[in-house]
C-alpha cells in the first residue's frame, strides 16, 4: 500500500467518525454519563436507569409481561439493582417485583402507596425476606444513581387512589432532566402544580399511559416537554394513548412502547438522544 492511499483512508476514516453523534462514537461507553431504558412491556410500566455502573428501576411491569421484563434485564447482564422505585402498588407496576428481587441483588426499595393485593402482600414478604426493609420516600428526598439525582416531588398530598398517590420522580444529570409520574391523574396534577415544584423537564413520561385523565394542558405547559415517552400495549382495551392527549402533545416529539418498542435515552448531561427499539 502506497504512502498515499494510507494517508487517503486515514482520512476518510477521521471523516467518518466526526460525522458521527457523541453516542455512537467510541468515547461513549454507556456508563459514562446516564442511560434509561423504557422497556416495552405491554400495558405495564418497566424502566431501567443506569449511570457510572449504578442500576436502578421505575416499576417492574405487570406479571404477564414478566418475560418481556426479565429477558432484558438478563440482556443487560446485570448483577445487582442498586434501588428499586415502585411509583405505587397497581399490579402493572409492581408485577414483577418479587421476582427481580428474588433473582438480582436488590439493595434498596423505595415504595409509596398502600394495597390490598396479593401481589403487594406478596412483595410485601418478599422485601422482608430479601432486602429487610423499604423506605417510603417523602417530598424533597434525594437519591443518587450515578450521575442522576433523583429528586422526589410528589405526592404532595394524601389520596385513596392509587393513580393520584403515585411517587413523582425527577431525574437530573446535569442539565438535562427526565419526569417520571407513575400514573398520576389530573387531581394530583393540580396540586403540584399548587405546590410549586419545579416540574420543567426535558423529558416526561407520561402518566397512566397516555390516559385521558391526566397530562392536562396546564401540567404539560408547565414541565414543557421536549420529548414524551408512554409506555402502553398494542391494541388496549383501555383506549391508551387517548386521543384528547395525543392532541395535547402535538407540539411535543412523542414515543410510544406500543410502537417503537423500548425506547432508549442516552444523556451526556447536555446532550439527549433517543433511540427505537432494543439498544
Same mark, same amino acid.
Given at each position: 500500500?502506497t ?8 482520512l476518510?476514516i ?6 458521527c453523534?457523541f ?5 461513549y461507553?454507556?456508563?459514562e454519563r ?7 412491556c405491554g400495558?405495564s410500566?418497566?424502566v431501567l ?9 421505575i416499576?417492574?411491569?405487570?406479571? $404477564? &409481561?414478566e418475560?418481556?421484563?426479565m429477558?432484558?434485564l438478563?440482556?443487560?447482564k ?8 415502585l411509583?405505587?402498588p397497581d399490579?402493572?407496576?409492581i408485577g &414483577? ?8 441483588d436488590v439493595?434498596?426499595?423505595?415504595m409509596?402507596?398502600?394495597?390490598t393485593s &396479593?401481589t403487594?402482600? @406478596?412483595l410485601?414478604?418478599t422485601i ?6 423499604? %423506605?417510603?420516600?417523602? *417530598?424533597?428526598?434525594?437519591? #443518587?444513581?450515578?450521575?442522576?439525582k433523583?429528586e422526589?416531588?410528589g405526592?404532595v398530598?394524601?389520596y385513596?387512589?392509587?393513580? #393520584?398517590a403515585? *411517587?413523582?420522580?425527577?431525574?437530573i444529570?446535569?442539565? %438535562?432532566s427526565?419526569?417520571?409520574?407513575g400514573?398520576m391523574?389530573s @387531581?394530583a396534577?393540580?396540586?403540584?402544580l ?7 423537564a426535558d423529558?416526561l ?5 397516555g390516559?385521558?385523565?391526566?397530562t392536562? $394542558?396546564?401540567f404539560?405547559?408547565a414541565?414543557?416537554p421536549?420529548?414524551a415517552?408512554?409506555?402502553c400495549?398494542s391494541?388496549?382495551n383501555y ?5 384528547d392527549?395525543?392532541?395535547?402533545l402535538?407540539?411535543?416529539?412523542v414515543y ?10 442516552l444523556t451526556?448531561?447536555? &446532550?439527549i ?7
Open positions: 500500500m504512502q498515499k492511499r494510507l494517508i487517503l483512508i486515514i476518510t477521521a471523516i467518518l467518525f466526526s460525522s453523534s453516542f455512537e462514537s467510541e468515547e461507553s454507556g456508563d446516564g442511560m434509561v431504558y423504557f422497556i416495552a400495558q410500566d418497566a436507569m443506569r449511570s457510572k455502573g449504578i442500576y436502578a428501576m416499576d417492574t411491569g405487570s406479571k $404477564a &409481561n418475560r418481556d421484563v429477558d432484558f438478563k440482556k443487560q446485570i448483577k445487582a439493582i442498586d434501588y428499586l422505585f411509583s405505587h399490579e402493572d407496576h &414483577n417485583a418479587s421476582a427481580i428481587i428474588k433473582k438480582y439493595k434498596k426499595v423505595v409509596g402507596g398502600v394495597h &396479593n403487594y402482600l @406478596k410485601l414478604q422482608e425476606k430479601e432486602v429487610g426493609e423499604y %423506605t417510603e420516600p417523602s *417530598v424533597g428526598d434525594v437519591f #443518587n444513581v450515578g450521575e442522576f433523583i422526589i416531588l405526592p398530598s394524601q385513596k387512589e392509587t393513580n #393520584n403515585s *411517587v413523582v420522580m425527577k431525574a444529570l446535569d442539565k %438535562t427526565i419526569l417520571f409520574t400514573d391523574e @387531581k396534577e393540580k396540586d403540584l399548587l405546590s410549586g415544584a419545579d416540574l420543567r423529558v413520561k407520561v402518566g397512566h399511559h390516559s385521558k385523565t391526566g392536562g $394542558a396546564n404539560l405547559k414541565v414543557s421536549q420529548y415517552v408512554i409506555m400495549g391494541d388496549n383506549d391508551h394513548p387517548h386521543p392527549t395525543l392532541k395535547r402535538k407540539n411535543v416529539t410510544r412502547t406500543d410502537l417503537d418498542g423500548t425506547v432508549t435515552l451526556d448531561g447536555k &446532550n438522544e433517543i433511540r427505537r427499539g432494543d439498544s
